[in-house]
């Protein structure tokens, strides 16, 4: 733990550093970076200062894409320091604090060895330092889904029907922090099911299911009123349209440009034409246009979803890790890749790094599929596996941002260092015995 704090702390301490040095522009701008850290930021303000959830200056439209949960953690701090500066230190102990949930869940189903790799492999990993020490959910939202996950195995929602209360109010902040938590609380409600298998009293986990929905709707369903008031749709955001309709089907009309120009130019121009992408009362319009030009290429962009949902694995933090340094310090990037610590990484190291990290996340959900099938049967090892298949094709072709993998790591850390052993004991059980039968000998 100490290790995880001092590496994260140094990292916010340079960008902090680098800030004042910068500048007075580079002042404004730290621990904000590009359109949605901004909006993080401005919306939280306003809820200080004004009282209200809006990205407008002139405090009109209220925001129906966002939802409350990090601009509200964010408010609370602005609350009571006055400075967003002061954010990455709090998401600071939010990371050690999950690397600890990480290392517990691993001893609780797997050995503390596997425990203690997969917590401090997911405290330095570089993506995941670099967005602690930056205003964006992803540290909140993996610190609620651990700690979720960390009672879940422990059992403690079968309790008494208190604890899973507590649960659904874990599962409906996680959701209100991010929206895609939606398809998390289904994923619970499925294992759970599975789980109903070896349950001898099934009664008592059902009311504990219900419990959990009930405890998941206390926190959920008073924002989709606020937003119903709003736009008259009863829904949590509109950011699943929203992201679907500009970047999903964005990329796969684009990527077939050169086949079919016409179509792509109008699908700009008809979605340009609804507005305001971001209000939810456009998004009957949106879901129209999704129909129109995907029912006519569905076979296509299944195809193009699942090719894109494989780049999932096959990013390096790295690499990542040091363009954004890039981008962040010097403002001349790409121009001056020349002179950067990318060109320096690319010269001394070649394409081998792509290769070993490849192969590490690779091998991981090797392994988690591995647990499922191949080990003593065991609900966890389903979640773990479903976790990390689900936000694999959620991100789907915007998967080429490494920072979509931050989620699903503590699962893949902790199929691979909790399912190395077994595999290749297995591996060499079945080299052995099939060495016996050729040769009669071992």
């Given at each position: 733990m100490i290790l995880v704090f001092s590496i994260n702390f140094i990292i916010y301490?340079?960008?902090?550093?680098?800030?004042?040095?910068?500048?007075?522009?580079?002042?404004?701008?730290?621990?904000t970076r590009g359109n949605d850290s901004t909006e993080y930021l401005t919306l939280a303000e306003n809820i200080v200062?004004?009282?209200?959830f809006t990205i407008d200056s002139s405090l009109g439209a209220p925001d129906t894409l966002r939802t409350p949960g990090y601009p509200l953690f964010l408010a609370g701090i602005l609350l009571f320091f006055k400075n967003p500066k002061i954010l990455p230190f709090f998401q600071i102990i939010l990371l050690l604090i999950t690397s600890l949930l990480i290392f517990l869940i691993g001893c609780q189903i797997?050995?503390?060895?596997?425990?203690?790799?997969?917590?401090?492999?997911?405290?330095?990993?570089?993506?995941?330092?670099?967005?602690?020490a930056v205003?964006?959910?992803?540290?909140?939202?993996?610190?609620?889904?651990?700690?979720?996950?960390?009672?879940?195995?422990?059992?403690?929602?079968?309790?008494?029907?208190?604890w899973a209360f507590s649960g659904g109010l874990i599962l409906g902040c996680l959701t209100l922090v991010r929206s895609i938590?939606?398809?998390?609380?289904?994923?619970?409600?499925?294992?759970?099911?599975?789980?109903?298998?070896?349950?001898?009293?099934?009664t008592r986990l059902v009311l504990a299911v219900f419990f959990m929905i009930l405890g998941s709707c206390v926190v959920l369903v008073p924002w989709c009123v606020r937003n119903y008031r709003i736009s008259k749709v009863f829904s949590l955001s509109s950011l699943?349209?929203?992201?679907?309709?500009?970047?999903?089907?964005?990329?796969?009309?684009?990527?077939?440009?050169?086949?079919?120009?016409?179509?792509?130019?109008?699908?700009?121009?008809?979605?340009?034409?609804?507005?305001?992408?971001?209000?939810?009362?456009?998004?009957?319009?949106?879901?129209?246009?999704?129909?129109?030009?995907?029912?006519?290429?569905?076979?296509?962009?299944?195809?193009?979803?699942?090719?894109?949902?494989?780049?999932?694995?096959?990013?390096?933090?790295?690499?990542?890790?040091?363009?954004i340094y890039n981008r962040t310090i010097h403002p001349g990037y790409p121009a001056a890749e020349n002179k950067s610590f990318v060109s320096l990484w690319?010269?001394?190291?070649?394409?081998?790094?792509?290769?070993?990290?490849?192969?590490?996340?690779?091998?991981?959900?090797?392994?988690?599929?591995?647990?499922?099938?191949?080990?003593?049967?065991?609900?966890?090892?389903?979640?773990?596996?479903?976790?990390?298949?689900?936000?694999?094709?959620?991100t789907g072709p915007v998967s080429y941002d490494v920072r979509y993998r931050i989620p699903a790591q503590p699962f893949l850390l902790l199929s691979f260092f909790g399912s190395m052993r077994p595999a290749l004991s297995e591996i060499r059980r079945l080299i052995s015995g099939k060495y016996k039968n050729e040769t009669g000998r071992i």
């Amino acid at each position: 733990m100490i290790l995880v704090f001092s590496i994260n702390f140094i990292i916010y301490a340079f960008f902090l550093s680098w800030s004042y040095k910068g500048g007075s522009l580079y002042q404004r701008i730290y621990p904000t970076r590009g359109n949605d850290s901004t909006e993080y930021l401005t919306l939280a303000e306003n809820i200080v200062e004004k009282g209200v959830f809006t990205i407008d200056s002139s405090l009109g439209a209220p925001d129906t894409l966002r939802t409350p949960g990090y601009p509200l953690f964010l408010a609370g701090i602005l609350l009571f320091f006055k400075n967003p500066k002061i954010l990455p230190f709090f998401q600071i102990i939010l990371l050690l604090i999950t690397s600890l949930l990480i290392f517990l869940i691993g001893c609780q189903i797997y050995s503390p060895k596997a425990g203690f790799f997969a917590g401090l492999f997911y405290g330095i990993n570089p993506i995941t330092s670099f967005y602690t020490a930056v205003i964006y959910s992803d540290i909140l939202f993996v610190f609620l889904v651990i700690l979720f996950t960390y009672l879940y195995i422990k059992r403690i929602f079968e309790i008494n029907y208190y604890w899973a209360f507590s649960g659904g109010l874990i599962l409906g902040c996680l959701t209100l922090v991010r929206s895609i938590g939606l398809y998390l609380i289904v994923l619970v409600l499925i294992i759970t099911l599975i789980g109903l298998i070896r349950v001898k009293i099934k009664t008592r986990l059902v009311l504990a299911v219900f419990f959990m929905i009930l405890g998941s709707c206390v926190v959920l369903v008073p924002w989709c009123v606020r937003n119903y008031r709003i736009s008259k749709v009863f829904s949590l955001s509109s950011l699943s349209t929203y992201n679907f309709a500009n970047y999903n089907l964005m990329l796969f009309l684009e990527k077939n440009r050169e086949s079919n120009p016409e179509e792509f130019i109008s699908y700009q121009n008809e979605l340009n034409r609804i507005g305001n992408l971001r209000l939810l009362q456009n998004q009957d319009k949106i879901l129209a246009l999704i129909k129109k030009y995907l029912a006519p290429n569905l076979a296509g962009y299944i195809t193009f979803h699942i090719k894109g949902s494989i780049i999932f694995l096959f990013k390096s933090d790295i690499e990542s890790a040091i363009q954004i340094y890039n981008r962040t310090i010097h403002p001349g990037y790409p121009a001056a890749e020349n002179k950067s610590f990318v060109s320096l990484w690319r010269k001394t190291t070649d394409h081998w790094r792509y290769l070993v990290e490849s192969a590490f996340w690779g091998v991981a959900l090797l392994l988690s599929f591995y647990s499922v099938f191949y080990r003593k049967f065991d609900p966890n090892f389903i979640f773990f596996f479903l976790f990390i298949i689900l936000f694999m094709l959620l991100t789907g072709p915007v998967s080429y941002d490494v920072r979509y993998r931050i989620p699903a790591q503590p699962f893949l850390l902790l199929s691979f260092f909790g399912s190395m052993r077994p595999a290749l004991s297995e591996i060499r059980r079945l080299i052995s015995g099939k060495y016996k039968n050729e040769t009669g000998r071992i």
